[in-house]
């Protein structure tokens, strides 16, 4: 079955860096849209970014843009999020989400993703 376990989550001082990673199995890597959404607490959750490992298209929410970089390693099977510039507003539960059938349009939205992560915590202070 899709297992997704994110990790790498932490406190970090603003302006720092953080990287996350997923380490996924259960289905076909190397041709999923993946992504990343976060969510901050009584906030909606947020697409922060998708890219389709089949191709290496991506895309990101303005609010990451230029500070984010999402990226994979097929061989591993493992989605990463390279997080710099992290701003106080950043801090969030992070979850990596995988879907067959999503589309990279614009920020991921959460119901094109049926495979989710149990998060890792991000705070930036």
């Known amino acids: 079955h899709v297992q997704l376990v994110e990790s790498g989550g932490g406190l970090v001082q603003p302006g720092g860096p953080l990287r996350l990673s997923c380490a996924t199995s259960?289905?076909?890597?190397?041709?999923?849209?993946m992504s990343w959404f976060r969510q901050a607490p009584g906030m909606a959750r947020e697409g922060v970014a998708v890219?389709?490992?089949?191709?290496?298209?991506?895309n990101y929410a303005d609010s990451v843009k230029g500070r984010f970089a999402i990226s994979h390693d097929r061989a591993k099977k493992t989605l990463y999020i390279q997080m710099n510039s992290l701003k106080p507003d950043d801090t969030a539960m992070y979850y990596c989400?995988?879907?067959?059938?999503?589309?990279?349009?614009?920020?991921?939205?959460?119901?094109?993703?049926?495979?989710w992560g149990q998060g890792t915590q991000v705070t930036v202070s």
């Open positions: 890219v389709y490992t089949g191709g290496g298209d991506t």
């Open positions: 989400a995988a879907d067959s059938a999503a589309l990279v349009r614009g920020a991921p939205e959460a119901a094109d993703f049926g495979y």
């Open positions: 259960g289905f076909t890597f190397s041709s999923y849209y």
